[in-house]
T-cell receptor
Framework: DTGVSQNPRHKITKRGQNVTFRCDPI?????LYWYRQTLGQGPEFLTY????????KSRLLSDRFSAERPKGSFSTLEIQRTEQGDSAMYLC????????????FGQGTRLTVV | QKEVEQNSGPLSVPEGAIASLNCTYS??????FFWYRQYSGKSPELIMS????GDKEDGRFTAQLNKASQYVSLLIRDSQPSDSATYLC????????????FGPGTRLSVLP
């Protein structure tokens, strides 16, 4: 299957711990996005990569959040010193650099901070 | 004013009816418009994209775009219980950089 892949699917962590999520985009897609979604809300933009360059970052993203895409392929999203308010579904999407700008999502990682 | 607005629903329609979902957006520079379907506990699935004014049909789905009114809609013909989900409207365009701005979604319930 060549869809967007996210790991882990579920993560339960204690408040104050660090967590890291991984996203493998569709292989020919240069653009990669991270979103966060809470119950009853639409996905909220976090950050965007074009190849290995992080081109946009939401003003809502605190310093505890960091994302990387070191070789322009997979990406990681790290949350340091997790808080209960970080509990959400973290979604990764990818799209082509040229042509139709359609974005396809992975299965998501559901984070629960206890 | 929120950037992308949708009625949260729930919108209930009987099986076989036409479901009409609406979305308005605030940025006149928006260029690309998308509808995603999201089942409970799952991730969004792209079902339609539209880039120019008018209608675009794909099977039972029709997307309609009116840039002058800043309005995009999704019609689902012959609605089935399996269409019961939340439908997210997303917009991509000049003032949003390359990211996609999503509405809160409309929950659709198709009653057998």
């Amino acid at each position: 299957d060549t869809g967007v892949s996210q790991n882990p699917r579920h993560k339960i962590t204690k408040r104050g711990q660090n967590v890291t999520f991984r996203c493998d985009p569709i292989s020919e897609h240069n653009r990669l996005y991270w979103y966060r979604q809470t119950l009853g809300q639409g996905p909220e933009f976090l950050t965007y990569f074009q190849n290995e360059a992080q081109l946009e970052k939401s003003r809502l993203l605190s310093d505890r959040f960091s994302a990387e895409r070191p070789k322009g392929s997979f990406s990681t999203l790290e949350i340091q010193r997790t808080e209960q308010g970080d509990s959400a579904m973290y979604l990764c999407a990818s799209s082509r650099l040229t042509g139709a700008p359609e974005a396809f999502f992975g299965q998501g990682t559901r984070l629960t901070v206890v | 004013q929120k950037e992308v607005e949708q009625n949260s629903g729930p919108l209930s329609v009987p099986e076989g009816a036409i479901a009409s979902l609406n979305c308005t957006y605030s940025d006149r520079g928006s260029q690309s418009f998308f509808w995603y379907r999201q089942y409970s506990g799952k991730s969004p699935e792209l079902i339609m994209s539209i880039y120019s004014n008018g209608d675009k049909e794909d099977g039972r789905f029709t997307a309609q775009l009116n840039k002058a009114s800043q309005y995009v809609s999704l019609l689902i013909r012959d609605s089935q219980p399996s269409d019961s989900a939340t439908y997210l409207c997303a917009v991509n365009g000049r003032n949003y950089g390359q990211n996609f701005v999503f509405g809160p979604g409309t929950r659709l319930s198709v009653l057998p």
